[in-house]
Structure formats: structure tokens, C-alpha cells
């Protein structure tokens, strides 16, 4: 982990596994990314009591966002992540069109950010750290991930081991460079709201969504009924983005 941006102090934390030194540190990893519009009152509805309202954008839509990882070098070792995340602002903050400009800021100035609704990982040192440091919704699963020159395929299995809870895959052409977009996460902790700031780095690519649909399983797992609530079952994406060399830091959440 030679890299300059790699190159920060880190802090001792505990967690009921033993020690995490934080900022966690992400030196290697694929990421793919699929963005869909969804309606702006199924999403209020998911945001209920949590101090966020959605990012608004013209036409009352809000944004999801579908995050595949596959973190092949960190600081608390390999594994895989998935999260939905609806794009949001805490409440009463501006959140008219102009607002989404946020979302291109650097994530220290600024007030947008994603509520994660669900954050599957593949290991279980990443489940119990990022529900007990930072109070993520993760749970454990496996994470299959293929990001080929042409075409993606990722999937959310079920704990249980039946069906996949969820599918992406499709065809797709990678056609414009873009920004590695820094990360605000909103969460909540021992009763407090915690923001999280997640520096990223790495060359993205973007493309329209081309063939890829996401595909929810007929079961009744959280993720999938939090999906399946803002009617993205069967849904294109408006944009779908990658990055082959994805770095990253995740930093300690700070109260709000």
C-alpha cells in the first residue's frame, strides 16, 4: 500500500472480533456501479424517521444506487460488498435540481450523500465491523462478480442458500471516462446519526445501461422487499459505471 493517498494515519478501533485499524484502507478492488430513477414518494417512504429526505430531481424522482465490490487488497482483508443506497440530504437541507451538483463535490463539503437501505459483504470480520462501528445494515452472503469488456453479472445469494436474492447483468459498452466520486454515507448508531465520509480513487468508466436489468428472487429476504418497494424489479439502469483499479478510505462516521 505504497500509494500517497494510501499513505494516512490510522487509529486503533474495537469491535467484538478484535482490533480495526481506521481509516479502513481499500489498495485493490473492481467496483460497478448502476444508478436508476425511482419514484420520489416510495423512496420518502423508506426514509421515514430517519432525519433524510430524498435528493430531489426534476419530474419528483429520487436516484438509487447499486454499488457491486470486489475489495481484492484491504487493511481488514479480501472480500466482497453490495449496497442500494438512495441519494439523500438530511432534512430541511436544499435538495432542489441544482442540489444533485453535490453528489460531484468532494465528500468533505458537502451535505448529499446515500442512506445505504441494505449492505451485503462476504466476510465476516466487514459484517460485524461496519454494523458495529458505523451501524451499516450489512448481513453475510456470497457475492459472485464478473466485469467483462462488454458485459456485466453480479449477484446478491441468499443467506439461506436458495435463489439469488437479486441479479444484475447485461450488456453494456464502457464509453466515457468519469470522476471517481467520493462517498457520504448516513447511518445510525447507539441512537446517534453518524456521517461517513468514503475518499475514492481509481479511473471509472461510464456507459448508458445498455442491455443490464436488475432482477429481484420471489423471496421475502429485507433486500429484497426494500427493492422490490421502490419498483425497480425488472428495471434498467440510466447509467452504469466501473473502475478495474478502485482505492479507497473509509473513514470513522462523526456524529451530525
Same mark, same amino acid.
Given at each position: 500500500?505504497?500509494?500517497?493517498?494510501?499513505?494516512?494515519?490510522?487509529?486503533?478501533?474495537?469491535?467484538?472480533?478484535?482490533?480495526?485499524?481506521?481509516?479502513?484502507?481499500?489498495?485493490?478492488?473492481?467496483?460497478?456501479?448502476?444508478?436508476?430513477?425511482?419514484? $420520489?414518494?416510495?423512496?420518502? @417512504?423508506?426514509?421515514?424517521?430517519?432525519?433524510?429526505?430524498?435528493?430531489?430531481?426534476?419530474?419528483?424522482?429520487?436516484?438509487?444506487?447499486?454499488?457491486?465490490?470486489?475489495? @481484492?487488497?484491504?487493511?481488514?482483508?479480501?472480500?466482497?460488498?453490495?449496497?442500494?443506497?438512495?441519494?439523500?440530504?438530511?432534512?430541511?437541507?436544499?435538495?432542489?435540481?441544482?442540489?444533485?451538483?453535490?453528489?460531484?463535490?468532494?465528500?468533505?463539503?458537502?451535505?448529499?450523500?446515500?442512506?445505504?437501505?441494505?449492505?451485503?459483504?462476504?466476510?465476516?470480520?466487514?459484517?460485524?465491523?461496519?454494523?458495529?462501528?458505523?451501524?451499516?445494515?450489512?448481513?453475510?452472503?456470497?457475492?459472485?462478480? @464478473?466485469?467483462?469488456?462488454?458485459?456485466?453479472?453480479?449477484?446478491?445469494?441468499?443467506?439461506?442458500?436458495?435463489?439469488?436474492?437479486?441479479?444484475?447483468?447485461?450488456?453494456?459498452?464502457?464509453?466515457?471516462?468519469?470522476? $471517481?466520486?467520493?462517498?457520504?454515507?448516513?447511518?445510525?448508531?447507539?441512537?446517534?446519526?453518524?456521517?461517513?465520509?468514503?475518499?475514492?480513487?481509481?479511473?471509472?468508466?461510464?456507459?448508458?445501461?445498455?442491455?443490464?436489468?436488475?432482477?429481484?428472487?420471489?423471496?421475502?429476504?429485507?433486500?429484497?422487499?426494500?427493492?422490490?418497494?421502490?419498483?425497480?424489479?425488472?428495471?434498467?439502469?440510466?447509467?452504469?459505471?466501473?473502475?478495474?483499479?478502485?482505492?479507497?478510505?473509509?473513514?470513522?462516521?462523526?456524529?451530525?
Amino acid at each position: 500500500m505504497g500509494d500517497d493517498f494510501l499513505g494516512v494515519e490510522t487509529l486503533e478501533a474495537r469491535t467484538s472480533m478484535g482490533p480495526v485499524r481506521v481509516p479502513i484502507l481499500y489498495a485493490d478492488g473492481t467496483a460497478l456501479l448502476a444508478f436508476f430513477w425511482v419514484d $420520489a414518494v416510495r423512496a420518502r @417512504r423508506l426514509l421515514e424517521g430517519s432525519g433524510l429526505e430524498p435528493l430531489r430531481f426534476p419530474g419528483r424522482r429520487a436516484l438509487l444506487a447499486l454499488g457491486f465490490y470486489d475489495y @481484492r487488497d484491504t487493511t481488514i482483508g479480501p472480500y466482497h460488498e453490495v449496497g442500494s443506497a438512495l441519494a439523500v440530504v438530511p432534512t430541511g437541507a436544499p435538495s432542489s435540481g441544482i442540489a444533485v451538483m453535490g453528489l460531484l463535490r468532494a465528500g468533505r463539503r458537502r451535505s448529499a450523500g446515500y442512506r445505504i437501505l441494505d449492505l451485503p459483504v462476504s466476510t465476516p470480520l466487514a459484517d460485524v465491523g461496519g454494523r458495529e462501528l458505523w451501524g451499516l445494515p450489512k448481513f453475510l452472503t456470497q457475492l459472485p462478480l @464478473r466485469v467483462g469488456t462488454s458485459s456485466v453479472d453480479g449477484q446478491v445469494l441468499d443467506p439461506t442458500g436458495a435463489a439469488p436474492l437479486l441479479t444484475l447483468s447485461g450488456e453494456v459498452g464502457w464509453r466515457w471516462p468519469g470522476p $471517481a466520486l467520493d462517498l457520504v454515507l448516513y447511518s445510525e448508531l447507539r441512537g446517534r446519526t453518524l456521517r461517513t465520509v468514503v475518499d475514492v480513487r481509481g479511473p471509472f468508466r461510464f456507459s448508458s445501461g445498455g442491455t443490464v436489468r436488475l432482477a429481484l428472487g420471489s423471496g421475502h429476504h429485507r433486500m429484497t422487499e426494500n427493492l422490490r418497494a421502490l419498483g425497480v424489479d425488472g428495471a434498467r439502469p440510466i447509467a452504469v459505471g466501473c473502475c478495474l483499479r478502485y482505492l479507497a478510505r473509509l473513514h470513522a462516521g462523526e456524529p451530525t
